[in-house]
């Protein structure tokens, strides 16, 4: 059985949860309290972040970009990176577009301001710092909304790395209770498509002490 350890509100580990789930394939998730001790993580990987998989043979792959590519060249099917060398390029911009663009504007400064500052401690959260981070969502949001329109799923016909990396951004944000779907019902119908997805079923389920998600979070009909 291979292990995944990670961090529940963490979007690159959530990726890489989307991934596996999508490939089938069984594994075993280590959240921070089942972490084995630093010396031994950081044989696993020495930079000490996460996610880092341990496959079954104890061979460990570590960092978000490097364990997707891995899995789909380890476990092509169902492949993530669909088509000719165009639609791979076109599923990597927006992977990049989400873990870059998406990540820098929105993500990173609102689970800062709402989880970081709370779990270590630091005061309360910049209120201007997550208005500024809500008002760029609705532009990515809008793009969304643009590229489902011309599109089945947002890099092409097919599901690919694309979806499952923005969908694990906007989870980690839903959790929250910070995205306003009523206003981008484009991006909402993909967001419910990939949220029915039995893949994403164990995302649904994820809880942080003290901080619970809003009631619509696990509902599918939201």
Known sequence: ?????????????????????????????????????????????????????????????????PIVEYLEEAYPLPALLPGGPRARAEIRRLVAWFDG??????????LMERVD??????????????????ERLNGHLDYIGRLCEQRNWLAGD??????????????CLDYLGDVPWRLHEGAKGWYVRLKSRPS???LLSDRLPGMP??????DLDF
């Open 1 to 65: 059985m291979r292990t995944l350890y990670h961090i529940p509100l963490s979007p690159g580990c959530r990726t890489v949860r989307l991934v596996l789930a999508e490939k089938k394939l069984e594994t075993v998730l280590a959240g921070e309290a089942s972490w084995p001790d630093s010396d031994v993580f950081l044989a696993l990987n020495p930079a000490g972040s996460v996610p880092v998989l341990v496959e079954e043979d104890g061979a460990p792959v570590v960092e978000q970009g």
């Open 101 to 110: 663009k998406f990540s820098t504007e929105v993500t990173s400064p609102i």
């Open 117 to 134: 500052k709370r779990a270590l401690r630091l005061g309360p959260p910049d209120m201007d710092a997550i208005r500024v981070a809500l």
């Open 158 to 171: 097919e599901l690919s790395l694309a979806d499952l990396a923005a969908s694990a951004h906007l989870s």
């Open 200 to 202: 994403f079923r164990p």
């Open 213 to 218: 998600p809003p009631r619509h979070y696990a």
